[in-house]
C-alpha cells in the first residue's frame, strides 16, 4: 500500500504473476481522492456536449441500451515502475514498483454504442467526468480526462460494470468506468457519472497539467505543460516477478518469471540475464493470441552459482523494437514510462 | 556504393536530408542479383494459387483493372545502420550507413483490388516473385517473399509502376514492384512476375533463411532460422544527416539536422545531444500528418565550443518509446535493425 487517502496499492509481484487474469483484490488502485459510494440502483450517467439527443441513464438503461460485451484488457498506471527512476534522481508521485498494472475480463458496452445513442457529433474529443473529488494544486475539484474521438469510437473502449464477471468493487469504480485497453490507466476513469462530446480535450488538470512526458531537463519549477507528450499509449516493458528483489536463493537450477507488454503489438522475444545484462537467454512465453489486449508471461530457468548476480530482462516486439537499458537514460520528473530494463538483485547462497 | 553487382548503393546523407521527398536517383538502390532488363510492353503479371480465377495480366490490363492510386511511404533496408553495429563486432552484409531509407510518392493500384479480381481465397499468405536471379548459398534462384493476407489487405499496400510521378527506373523496379508501407523493404519486391496466394509463408530463401531477427548468442553457424523473428515493421529509429561523421567544423552555431522514424506511430519527440547523451535539447520536427507513411524531418541549432563533440540523437514515439543507447544492446551477427541512437563524432577547431 503505497498511501491509504487517497487509497494506492499494488500486490506484491509473486502474487501479480501467480495468475494470468487478475484477481480484482490482487488488481492495483489508484485513486486521486476518496472512493466515492455510489449506488447503482440510483447511479445516473449523462451524454452530453456536442450530441443531438443528450441522455441522462440509469444504469438498467444502460444496460439495455446496446449488446453487453466481455473483452479482456491490461490497465497499467503510467506510474508503473516508477520506484525504478528514483535512484536516478528523486520524482514526484508514489514509489510504485512493477505491479501497477493487470489483465483482467471487462464487461460493458462499447462507448461508441452510446455515442450513436447519443447522435453524437464528428467533434475531436470525448471527456469522461468521475464523481471523485481530487485535491491537488491547491484546488478541490472532480476528476476528469478525455481521449480522442477516433480511439472513442473503436470498438474496444468499454463503459464496463462488471469485471472478471463480478460487480465492479468499490475501489475499481463501482457502479460504472471507463476501459480504453492499451492507454495508460488514467485515460480509463472509474466512477464515471458524465460524458462530454466537445472539439477540445477536457481542460481538467487531470488532462492538462497531469501525465505528460517531458524531457528530462525540465522541472517542476521550468515546466510548460503545454510542451509535454499527452501520456496514452504507453511502451514496451518487461518485469521479473519472482524472484523478488534481495532475494535469497540456494545454489542451483531457479526459474525466473514475470510479464512483458507491447501495447498493439505482440511481444516477440524475452530476454533474460544473471549478468547485469552481459549475456542472455530467451525465455518461453505465454501468449493469449485471440486478446490482443492481454499481456505476455514468461518464464526460463537458470542455473545460478553461489554469489551476488543481478538478473535482469528486457523485451523485444514484433517491430524489433527493444527497450533502452538503464533509468537515467528515461527519467521525467513526474516519474512516467520507466521501460528501461528491469534488474532484480539476488543473493545466492 | 557497396557493391556493383549485385548493384547496392545509398546516397549521402546531407544529400538524402535535403529534400523532404527523396529523388529517384537518391533513393538507396539494394539488388540480391543483376537488375533485370524488362519491358513494359511486354512484361507479364501472374496472379495463381488458391484462386478462383487466374490473371495474366499486361502493364495495361493491370492499369484497367483498379483506379489508379498515389500514397507517400518510407522504405528502409533492414540493414540501414548496419555500419554502426560492426564496430562492436562483425556481422555478414554491406555496411550500410544511415542512407538505405527513403521517402517517395508511388502510384500503382491497391494489391487487395487484384487479389479480389482475382478472387483470392481466404488464405494466410500472399507471395511474391521478382524477374530477379539471386546466387546465395550455393543455388541460383529467383528472389521471392511473402507478407501475411491481412497486410495484404490493407488498402496502403500497392503494385506501383511510377515513383514520384515518373515510370519507375530499372534499378527501383522498372516496370511493377511491391510497396509494403512500414514493412522492412526485403517485402516490397522489385521487378515484379507473379503473385501466388497460399496457405503458407513463401518458402524462397529470402523468406525463410534470411531477413530474420536472431538473438546476439546466436551465429551463422549455430543458427536455427525458425527460431527468428520474420522482419516486417521496423523499430524506432533516427539518424544525424548533417554534419556528417568526423566533419571538422568551425566553432559557434552549427545546425544539426536528420530524419526520424515510427513506423505507424508518430514521431512525437527528437532529442538531440552534443555530449555523448549527458545532456539533450529537442529539435523541432517536421511531420506530414496527412501521410502516416513518411518520414519524419528534424533540426536544431546547437552551440558547439572547441574540441572533440560526439553527437547523438534519439527519438521518442506516441507511445514513449525511446531507442537503446548503445550498439552493442542491439548487435545481431546478420546486423539488421540498429535503431540504437545515432552518435557522430565531429571535430570542432
Not at 501479480?16 to 487474469?21: E, P, Q
Not at 490497465?75 to 505491479?99: E, F, H, I, M, Y
Not at 469485471?163 to 463501482?174: C, D, F, Q, V, Y
Not at 501520456?231 to 525466473?256: K, S
Request: charged share 20%; glycine share 8%; aromatic share 8%.
Amino acid at each position: 500500500m503505497h498511501s491509504e487517502a487517497p487509497f494506492n496499492a499494488e500486490p506484491p509481484l509473486d502474487r501479480l504473476r501467480a495468475s494470468f487474469v487478475t484477481a480484482a483484490q490482487d488488481f492495483y488502485v489508484r485513486s486521486h481522492g476518496d472512493i466515492p459510494k455510489l449506488d447503482a440502483a440510483t447511479h445516473r450517467l449523462r451524454v452530453c456536449g456536442r450530441v443531438d439527443r443528450p441522455l441522462d441513464l440509469s444504469m438498467a438503461d444502460l444496460q439495455a441500451l446496446a449488446p453487453q460485451r466481455t473483452l479482456g484488457a491490461v490497465l497499467q498506471c503510467a506510474g508503473n515502475r516508477r520506484a525504478d527512476l528514483q535512484p536516478v534522481k528523486p520524482t514526484s508521485g508514489d514509489p510504485w514498483a512493477a505491479g501497477a498494472i493487470g489483465y483482467a475480463h471487462w464487461t460493458g458496452v462499447a462507448l461508441h454504442e452510446v455515442l450513436r445513442a447519443a447522435g453524437a457529433a464528428a467533434s475531436a474529443h470525448v471527456a469522461f467526468d468521475g464523481a471523485d473529488q481530487v485535491e491537488m494544486a491547491g484546488r478541490r475539484f472532480r476528476y476528469g480526462v478525455s481521449i480522442g474521438m477516433p480511439r472513442a469510437l473503436q470498438d474496444d473502449v468499454l463503459l464496463a460494470w462488471a469485471m472478471n464477471g463480478e460487480t465492479l468493487r468499490p475501489e475499481h469504480g463501482h457502479p460504472l468506468r471507463v476501459v480504453v485497453p492499451f492507454y495508460a490507466g488514467v485515460r480509463s476513469p472509474k466512477w464515471l457519472t458524465t460524458i462530454t462530446v466537445q472539439d477540445h480535450p477536457s481542460d481538467n488538470h487531470m488532462q492538462q497539467q497531469d501525465y505528460k512526458l517531458l524531457p528530462a531537463s525540465v522541472t517542476e519549477a521550468t515546466v510548460d505543460w503545454q510542451a509535454g507528450l499527452t501520456i496514452n499509449e504507453m511502451p514496451l516493458n518487461a518485469a521479473i516477478c519472482t524472484p523478488q528483489a534481495q532475494a535469497r536463493l540456494a545454489p542451483g537450477a531457479t526459474t525466473i518469471r514475470g510479464y512483458a507488454i507491447a501495447g498493439r503489438r505482440a511481444v516477440a522475444r524475452v530476454d533474460v540475464s544473471a549478468d547485469g545484462g552481459g549475456s542472455w537467454v530467451q525465455a518461453a512465453l505465454r501468449h493469449d493470441p485471440e486478446t490482443p489486449g492481454a499481456w505476455t508471461f514468461w518464464a526460463t530457468t537458470l542455473d545460478l552459482p553461489q554469489g551476488e548476480h543481478e538478473l535482469v530482462a528486457r523485451a523485444w516486439d514484433e517491430a524489433g523494437q527493444t527497450q533502452p537499458a538503464c533509468a537515467g537514460d528515461v527519467w521525467n520528473f513526474k516519474g512516467y514510462l520507466c521501460a528501461a530494463w528491469h534488474r532484480v538483485p539476488v543473493s545466492v547462497r
